[in-house]
Nanobody
Framework: VQLVESGGGLVQPGESLRLSCQAS????????MGWFRQAPGKGVEWVSA????????LYADSVKGRFTISRDNAKNTLYLQLNSLKTEDTAMYYC???????????????WGQGTQVTVS
């Protein structure tokens, strides 16, 4: 299993970014997926999750209305659109694969290396 994030960068408050997570080594279309982030000096925060067929999504209150999770099963790719970015969104963003099909009680077993988002 391999998860490779990309798309991070340095942006100003109010700007947007689109993160991507290229998946390989497993049947991407069968797995629920999620995004997490970790800000400097803080713990890991769950950001969003999506089911295998994109019919259900879930967001943390801190990003609801600003971030959008999506996936393209034909391309084995997970996305996170980040709009109206704030300085507090600065963090390393990670995608993760869940082996349990639940948005409320997932079981994440593989993680990517992360992509850095800096809002300043």
């Amino acid at each position: 299993v391999q998860l490779v994030e990309s798309g991070g960068g340095l942006v100003q408050p109010g700007e947007s970014l689109r993160l991507s997570c290229q998946a390989s080594g497993f049947t991407f279309s069968s797995n629920y997926m999620g995004w997490f982030r970790q800000a400097p000096g803080k713990g890991v925060e769950w950001v969003s999750a999506i089911n295998s067929i994109s019919s259900m999504t879930l967001y943390a209150d801190s990003v609801k209305g600003r971030f959008t999770i999506s996936r393209d099963n034909a391309k084995n790719t997970l996305y996170l659109q980040l709009n109206s970015l704030k300085t507090e969104d600065t963090a390393m963003y990670y995608c993760a694969k869940s082996f349990f099909p639940s948005l409320v009680n997932p079981e994440y077993d593989y993680w990517g290396q992360g992509t850095q988002v800096t809002v300043s």
